[in-house]
T-cell receptor, first 114, second 112 residues
Framework: DTAVSQTPKYLVTQMGNDKSIKCEQN?????MYWYKQDSKKFLKIMFS???????INETVPNRFSPKSPDKAHLNLHINSLELGDSAVYFC?????????????FGPGTRLTVL | DAKTTQPNSMESNEEEPVHLPCNHS???????IHWYRQLPSQGPEYVIH???SNVNNRMASLAIAEDRKSSTLILHRATLRDAAVYYC?????????????FGKGTRLSVIA
């Protein structure tokens, strides 16, 4: 069983379009995240949700809007796509406080904006 | 999260042990040392973590210096599948479900 899944795996689109990436975790975790890995391979946090509530937004443009319909899902909607949005986006989840909070990552969605 | 320093890249022969170093001279008393790795075209995955004592699990061992200012991830017998970027990350005891802060990591190449 896949723990954290993302769809689609690849997404190619034109500048100015609106697109969504979906994430689901079947681990029963309370916290979910979106990370972005740019062309230089730097991995950076974008958003963090706990029990469907936004707890961290790392100065991401308003064009990016995460939505968590329930604890198991955290989708990422991007409006008016720009060339600089091209990257690999990773969803992750974790549970619990203290040091027993290993994060589980999805396989990533490679977004290419033309 | 405190800063860590890792070599950009390392190379190993298959079936040999690999020692991946990490310096964290500004580590605080409540910082745990976590290691994640990212295989090609995959998301990062947890490897191991520790506080003061050396730790072993099925994937690797973690050796922590007595002053805790450095640590070493040990892969006992490198396989081709271990070729990945390895990230050393400090996490405070109270960090809970906060995001991971990734550095550049060490790119490990394994030669057959």
């Amino acid at each position: 069983d896949t723990a954290v899944s993302q769809t689609p795996k690849y997404l190619v689109t034109q500048m100015g379009n609106d697109k969504s990436i979906k994430c689901e975790q079947n681990l029963g975790h309370d916290t979910m995240y979106w990370y972005k890995q740019d062309s230089k391979k730097f991995l950076k946090i974008m958003f963090s949700y706990n029990n469907k509530e936004l707890i961290i937004n790392e100065t991401v443009p308003n064009r990016f809007s995460p939505k968590s319909p329930d604890k198991a899902h955290l989708n990422l909607h991007i409006n008016s796509l720009e060339l600089g949005d091209s990257a690999v986006y990773f969803c992750a989840s974790s549970q619990g406080y203290g040091m027993n909070n290993e994060q589980f990552f999805g396989p990533g969605t490679r977004l290419t904006v033309l | 999260d405190a800063k860590t320093t890792q070599p950009n890249s390392m190379e190993s022969n298959e079936e040999e042990p690999v020692h991946l170093p990490c310096n964290h001279s500004t580590i605080s008393g409540t910082d745990y040392i976590h290691w994640y790795r990212q295989l090609p075209s995959q998301g990062p995955e947890y490897v191991i973590h520790g506080l003061t004592s050396n730790v072993n699990n099925r994937m690797a061992s973690l050796a922590i210096a007595e002053d805790r200012k450095s640590s070493t991830l040990i892969l006992h017998r490198a396989t081709l599948r271990d070729a990945a970027v390895y990230y050393c990350i400090l996490r405070d005891l109270d960090s809970g479900n906060t995001p991971l802060v990734f550095g550049k990591g060490t790119r490990l190449s394994v030669i057959a």
